[in-house]
């Protein structure tokens, strides 16, 4: 639930003006009081001084605390009713469920701030994937729904076919724009680099709830999930990946899956035929990442030469000749840096 209501959180504080979240900066040392209880960062000491745009990064809940404290509980809960939680979405399932928000008049201070970062509270993964469309889409929120139109067998004529239903407003299109980019920081810059695809503007976020069984939270019993939008500037698809209480891994969503998201999305372009676009955040890249390289034009080079600027990729070659007469992949395409160059030589 965690990654769905800090991006509803985000989007709402933008909304209301609260924050510039590129150049208003918060301090995170690590834990937050509310009266007695401790909210602590995920990160031990705390993120330090970042922007609000870094705490969505990093999905610190220290900085969450503190934009639910600026939206105040008549907001914040105000705009989780306009995202449809607590509703039904009414979609084509049976069984649908409502989720379980706190009533207005039993929020205090403690369950204003943690239901900002999303504990506390449930809710169902149709409604999450459901209030994120909106955060993308422009700000409307659609009735979902799973079949797309029933026909005749024999004369295949449309017996019923359901449509997208426009509900109702939620943000506007301006801070639905904004989203986007803050979206796709989170995979190149964040906790979802994983995710990450060259190439493909790739929004997300990423969540980690602790399960409660009998009033208590459980100990080390997490559900891992990732939301992704694809791609972030034009969307077309929107991920919703869960894991529950994984095993004999770090209890954090950016390691668990982020790296089994970008396998689905990856087949999610595929099927959409999404082409690449432009203006991707370049990604901050990590020590064990393996870099995209743009390869160098090698064609009409000897093939001492050709090496001597290939010299970051792997070089393959065949042919008889002393010149390079073609190179695949093409000049100015980028892949990972060590990856194969091959090369036909000829005449």
């Not at 999404?274 to 080079?301: A, C, F, H, R, T």
Request: proline share 4%; glycine share 10%; aromatic share 8%.
């Amino acid at each position: 639930m965690v990654c769905t209501f800090k991006i509803v959180t985000f989007a709402s504080s933008v909304e209301e003006g609260l924050i510039d979240p590129e150049n208003d900066h918060f301090y995170d040392s690590g834990s937050v009081h509310i009266g007695r209880a401790r909210i602590g960062c995920w990160k031990a000491g705390g993120h330090g001084e970042q922007t609000f745009l870094q705490v969505l990064e990093n999905s610190c809940n220290p900085g969450f605390v503190k934009l639910g404290q600026m939206l105040g509980k008549e907001k914040l809960f105000s705009y989780l009713d306009t995202f449809g939680f607590g509703s039904k979405t009414g979609i084509d399932l049976n069984g649908e469920g409502k989720g379980i928000i706190f009533p207005l008049d039993r929020v205090g201070e403690l369950e204003l701030v943690t239901t900002a970062f999303g504990q506390g509270v449930s809710v169902t993964p149709i409604q999450q994937v459901s209030a994120v469309s909106a955060v993308v889409n422009g700000g409307k929120l659609l009735k979902p729904y799973v079949v797309k139109r029933i026909l005749e067998p024999e004369t295949n004529s449309i017996i019923q076919e359901n449509s997208s239903t426009f509900i109702r407003n939620t943000i506007s299109e301006a801070t639905s724009l904004k989203m986007r980019g803050y979206l796709e920081s989170v995979v190149a810059r964040g906790g979802g680099r994983s995710a990450y695809i060259d190439g493909y503007r790739i929004g997300g976020k990423t969540g980690t709830a602790q399960k409660v069984e009998n009033g208590r939270y459980l100990v080390n019993n997490y559900i891992m999930s990732f939301m992704a939008v694809v791609p972030s500037n034009d969307p077309k698809a929107v991920l919703y990946i869960a894991l529950d209480n994984p095993k004999n891994t770090a209890l954090l969503s950016s390691y668990t899956t982020t790296p089994i998201a970008r396998r689905i999305i990856l087949d999610i372009i595929d099927a959409l035929d999404i082409p690449k676009q432009s203006g991707q955040i370049e990604k901050d890249w990590e020590w064990n990442d393996s870099p995209y390289l743009e390869v160098p034009n090698v064609v009409g080079m000897d093939l001492k030469s050709a090496k001597n600027n290939l010299s970051e990729f792997t070089v393959e070659y065949t042919g008889s000749g002393s010149t390079v007469i073609s190179q695949t992949p093409e000049a100015n395409t980028r892949i990972e840096k060590g990856g194969i160059v091959r090369l036909l030589l000829g005449d």
